[in-house]
């Protein structure tokens, strides 16, 4: 069992940064690949970043590349997602998930979920 908490939301201009931490429950944090996902008003969830268990690979959407970092200290049982450059469509509630698959990008292959924290991008 994992329980993950995330942190780090809140307002920003566009053009802005913000770091996003996940905190995780349990000593089998670094047997997980990480993702982070996000729910804009009105839309689906969808997948921004996801990441290895050792931390050695990332993998992005399509959409965030460039602009986005995910990272994970397993020592410290977090995972993060540093935002640059960040634009008003990147407003969403914002979700860190734990997978057993290696570069999972979609909802269903996350096993635990996060409560989630809300990004506002102001244009």
């Known amino acids: 069992q994992v329980q993950l908490v995330e942190s780090g939301g809140g307002l920003v201009q566009a053009g802005g940064s913000l770091r996003l931490s996940c905190a995780a429950s349990g000593r089998t944090f670094s047997s997980y690949a990480m993702g982070w996902f996000r729910q804009a008003p009105g839309k689906e969830r969808e997948f921004v970043a996801a990441?290895?268990?050792?931390?050695?690979?990332?993998y992005y959407a399509d959409s965030v590349k460039g602009r986005i970092i995910i990272s994970r200290d397993n020592a410290k049982n977090t995972v993060y997602l540093q935002m640059n450059s960040l634009k008003p469509e990147d407003t969403a509630v914002y979700y860190c998930?734990?997978?057993?698959?290696?570069?999972?990008?979609?909802?269903?292959?996350?096993?635990?979920w996060g409560q989630g924290t809300q990004v506002t991008v102001s244009s």
């Open positions: 990441i290895t268990w050792s931390g050695s690979i990332p």
């Open positions: 998930a734990a997978a057993d698959f290696i570069g999972a990008k979609m909802e269903r292959q996350y096993k635990y």
